[in-house]
């Protein structure tokens, strides 16, 4: 009779663990992303911002948002001589795992689209659905991004849809102030005055 409660008790903690636990979930290497996002790009330059704690302080005033990274990775996409924009990678934590994730940035400010690389919660993964992160394009530094506002929530999945609005929030304040000053300043239009 023990041994049948102490099986029973093993059973019990396998299936709370085993329903339980992230499965990660790849869904773009970085190389794919970089395609999908600019498809008639000839050349991606790599590049990485490392933020020094005065940038990190300007950061967080500008977008709003608490930074817990050190920096973003991002590629600058070209074809021939012409700028076509920027994927930034970027990382931010659902409500157990990390979230990877890009951001496709216009020359003007303006995202282009986000694409989920790997989502490694047991739940929420309609956030790397079509319809909510079509939500995001045309957004700019101007833009509110707030969730339940501008952008809406995915019941069962509000950590995440929240961590990601924030995310992409701090992206393009990051690309606003340190990238897009990297790129050739005089050739590039504005978010606030290009439709």
Same mark, same amino acid.
């Given at each position: ?9 093993? %059973? ?19 190389? +794919?992303? &970089? @395609? ?8 991606? +330059? ?12 300007? %950061? ?8 817990? #990274? ?11 001589? #012409? ?7 970027? /990382? ?8 990877? /994730? ?9 995202? %282009? &689209?986000?694409? *989920? ?7 929420? !993964? &309609? ?7 079509? &939500? ?14 501008? *952008? /809406?929530? *995915?019941? !069962? ?11 992409? @929030? ?11 000053? @990297? ?13």
């Amino acid at each position: 009779m023990l041994n049948a409660f102490k099986f029973l008790g093993v %059973l019990t903690l396998a299936a709370f663990f085993g329903c339980c636990s992230a499965v990660a979930e790849r869904y773009l290497s970085v190389a +794919e992303v &970089q @395609r999908v996002c600019f498809p008639t790009a000839e050349k991606f +330059e790599g590049d990485v911002i490392r933020f020094t704690s005065e940038q990190k302080k300007e %950061l967080e005033k500008n977008a709003g948002v608490p930074v817990r #990274n050190s920096g973003n990775q991002f590629w600058i996409a070209r074809s021939g001589t #012409n700028l076509l924009g920027v994927v930034v990678l970027d /990382y931010v934590m659902g409500k157990h795992e990390v979230i990877d /994730y890009a951001v496709a940035i216009a020359p003007n400010g303006k995202l %282009l &689209q986000i694409e *989920i690389l790997q989502y490694r919660e047991s739940h929420g !993964g &309609q956030i790397r659905g079509t319809k909510w992160r079509n &939500q995001f394009q045309g957004k700019s530094v101007t833009s509110p991004l707030r969730l339940n506002e501008d *952008i /809406y929530n *995915i019941s !069962g999945a509000t950590i995440s849809c929240r961590h990601v609005t924030e995310g992409v @929030r701090r992206v393009l304040a990051t690309y606003d102030l340190f990238v897009r000053p @990297r790129l050739v300043p005089d050739k590039l239009p504005d978010a606030a005055t290009e439709p």
